[in-house]
């Protein structure tokens, strides 16, 4: 199963390896931000990428809701604990306006570096983005890495829902008790046995393949001028959102 998400946009047409490319520049472009009209400026930058890129909003939300809720409980337990001037004062609980600021400049931030990696490799089939990777000069063994655990995470979810099946068909309800807990120990170590077992068969059938520790090549693409102006693009954002955050 392809974990790329399915559009259609101008970011589509363009080579792997530009768009990884730009990502990271954007990225430390982003992180490397302070103030919070640059980082408001980045995420609406974000949002136009993802337009441009053809990405279903909706699709995009449901992912993006479970980084939605943590980054909600950070922005309510930050300006409790970091010290700085009081915000608001109501007796044995001080809302800092540092912790507040630094919350929102955190939300801003993550939300617009995942969004630009939404945008621009978001689509990318994950053998596509390993040689990508891999032609930026990133080290096989992480590329291969990358390359299995993307091809056997649906595998392994699969069996850890055939386990939670056969638990429930023996009336199993999850609770907090010893039981339950003893349950959910014994389901986390089968999937580890069978993922290990798993592997062994696996590569396996990649000796019997001659299969020699190297990635087998891919048909180059044609990353023509579009690519160099998909990167230059990135590097005079990321070099904007730099002089905006650090002008007087």
Known sequence: MSLALERNGTIDRLGARPRLLATLILLLGVTALQGLPAQALALGLALLLVLAGGQPLRPLGRR???LEGFLLALLLLLPLTVPGPALLDLGPVIISETGLLRALGVVLKVN????????LIGGLEPLRLGHAARGLGVPLRLVQL?????RHIEVYRGEIRRLRDAMKARAFTARTSLHSFRSFGNLAGIVLVRALEKSARVEEAMRCRAFD???????????GAGGALCVTLAVLAALALLLLDHWP
């Open 64 to 66: 993006l809701l479970h």
């Open 112 to 119: 617009a570096a995942i969004l630009v990696i939404f945008a």
């Open 146 to 150: 990358f390359l299995f655990t993307s």
């Open 213 to 223: 520790g190297r990635l087998p090549a891919i048909a180059p693409e044609d990353e």
